[in-house]
């Protein structure tokens, strides 16, 4: 268990629907990362959140959002969703705002759109 | 932009074989360079990482140099297990990125390590 806790783990939703994935950051992180992993595009940064403010933004589509609550959590929004909006999406936190010392990552939600 | 390419997999080796994943970036300045490892069903796990020039990253028998004159950083293991089986990602953190530690990862490379 790396810490960092991703909820569903996996999803099954239609085309035109929205979902929203949750992340639990390690104890003490105040940083939060989302990526994107498909078998075409490989991994891609979406956006990350340090504190409850966006720090950075990526590749992340308009019809995409995220955000961070007090307690730290995070949750990212995808709505109106495709076919090619299929992947397995990683959240990741760390302590600061900089990766010299690494993520933690956590397991990932696979989300299926068909 | 900023990028990684690494070579393409799978690569396929005897267990005790010696290992090399190359890894290159195209980068502005002094990123800090990482090799990432997913096992199955898993997420990222960070294997080590170098953030200036000619530092040696090094962890559970991997090592990995951060050459500027060459922008690469290859990995490399000395005698592979069965266990190491799993995609190994080459990344970066761009220079200069005062306020974020946004990674750009290469494509991924599959190490399948027979018996």
């Known amino acids: 268990d790396s810490g960092v806790t991703q909820t569903p783990k996996h999803l099954i939703t239609a085309t035109g629907q929205r979902v929203t994935l949750r992340c639990s950051p390690r104890s003490g992180d105040l940083s939060v990362y989302w990526y994107q992993q498909s078998l075409d595009q490989g991994l891609q940064f979406l956006i990350q959140?340090?504190?409850?403010?966006?720090?950075a933004k990526g590749n992340i589509l308009e019809r995409f959002s995220a955000q961070q609550f007090p307690d730290l959590h995070s949750e990212l929004n995808l709505s109106s969703l495709e076919l090619g909006d299929s992947a397995l999406y990683f959240c990741?936190?760390?302590?600061?705002?900089?990766?010299?010392?690494?993520?933690?990552f956590g397991s990932g939600t696979r989300l299926t759109v068909v | 932009g900023d990028s990684v390419t690494q070579m393409e997999g799978p690569v396929t080796l005897s267990e005790e074989a010696f290992l090399t994943i190359n890894c290159t970036y195209t980068?502005?300045?002094?990123?800090?360079l990482f090799w990432y490892v997913q096992y199955p069903g898993e997420g990222l796990q960070l294997l080590l990482k170098a953030t200036k020039a000619d530092d040696k990253g090094s962890n559970k028998g991997f090592e990995a140099t951060y050459r500027k004159e060459t922008t690469s950083f290859h990995l490399e293991k000395g005698s592979v297990q069965v266990s190491d089986s799993a995609v190994y990602f080459c990344?970066?953190?761009?220079?200069?990125?005062?306020?974020?530690?946004?990674?750009?990862f290469g494509q991924g490379t599959t190490l399948q390590v027979k018996p």
């Open positions: 990344a970066l953190t761009p220079w200069g990125s005062s306020n974020t530690g946004k990674l750009i």
């Open positions: 959140y340090y504190n409850g403010e966006e720090r």
């Open positions: 980068a502005t300045g002094y990123p800090s």
């Open positions: 990741a936190s760390e302590t600061g705002t900089l990766s010299n010392y690494g993520y933690t």
